[in-house]
């Protein structure tokens, strides 16, 4: 019973925050049309303004003059990438960002989160994922039309000027570090560092974001804050959209170890544990368990095929990823209908290759050597906690091709892979 008035605050402040979020949603119309409309009629200023909005209310038929929304065969592409935390998707995500004709954002559902609403994978409440769920659809829908106007709805402190130094991970999109949307580094600086780009580039005008984004030929969005694919349904079906989407999925008692390594102060319990090898009385494993199962609820759905999916949908592997990065690029590449440029080639030789070049030590820590990387979380973890995370992710490990291990000897041998041979073919 202790700690429980702490319990009460934070579910009422929660509580406060989804009727705020419902109360917008539901009287800001503007909000879920404005990426029909060109940039011009959109964003902040336009809420006020009902007539543009009539145009929105025709449906798709109304979009085919606008160039962004146009069904057309060379469409613009608007790749999704759903992942989780800690499953690899920092890596993956510099597969896209690298392109010459892509804008990549990464994880823009932060601000969702940490402005409004809770993480939807920390609630089992219907009523509270379904309001977070509807607010992380309006903002991908719009991030789509390069409207990032509508972000500024979320970035805390709000914007003046549509402007900020608050875009979440701004040094993670290539296109947000260039030219003309940074004029502090020259274009010898083409492949500048995340941290580097948030020291050297002063405030983001938004309006210049907006720009660098309708000169990309494509959008692609990494995504962790969507716990099952069925939730992106109503995004899939949008026909003023054309989205693939790449799930990108992981070991789950990789995506642990890396997580208790990352988020050292929500994964305390876990870290007595570890160095214990005592299981803490209070530790919580609902949490992982609601984690397993919406990863197998979400990878079943995928797998399944459904209709909607049809032609837009491929599952990889992290692991097969890093063991053969180039490869598995192009098939992800050829699925997307893309031609993989030489800045992704470029970027997959420099930064996965135990290369020689000290420089490259500190730019992808995670990836160089990708392939050990992927599994050595087993030399972190003792083999009581992988076991209880084996017992209650069983489905999720069989489901995608992860043995489990039934000793320690298992566990930490190397050679011994723990992921077996499987092949996920698009769905075509
Ligand atoms: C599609 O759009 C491109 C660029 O806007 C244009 O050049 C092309 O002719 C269009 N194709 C069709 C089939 O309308
Ligand atoms: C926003 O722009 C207006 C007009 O240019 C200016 O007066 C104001 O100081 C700006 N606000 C901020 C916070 O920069
Ligand atoms: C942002 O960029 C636009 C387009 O170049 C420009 O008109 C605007 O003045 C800039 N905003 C600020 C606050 O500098
Ligand atoms: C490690 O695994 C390999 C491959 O399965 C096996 O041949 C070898 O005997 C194992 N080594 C030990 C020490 O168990």
Redesign the pocket.
Known sequence: MQCSWKSVILLALASIAIQYTAIRTLTSKPFQLCPLLGLQNCGLGAQDTDAPFERGTTGGGGCDDDPYFSINATRKLHILVLATTRSGSTFFGQLLNQHQDIFYLFEPLFHVSATLVPHPSHTRNPADRRVTLGANRDLLRSLYGCDLYFLENYIRPTPTNHTTDNLFRRGASRALCQQPVCDTLGPGDANVEEQDCVKKCSTLNMTLATEACREKRHVAIKVVRVPEIGDLRALVEDPRLNIKVIQLVRDPRGILSSRIDTFRDPHRLWRIWRATGRRPYNLDMNQLTVICEDFFGSVSTGLSHPQWLKGKYMLVRYEDLATNPLLKTQEIYDFLGLTMDKNVKHWIRANTQGSDDPAAKHKFGTTRDSAANAESWRLKMSYDIVQSTQTVCQKVLNQLGYKAVKSV??LK?M??SLVQEKTFVPFL
């Open positions: 000897e298992e041998n050679s011994f």
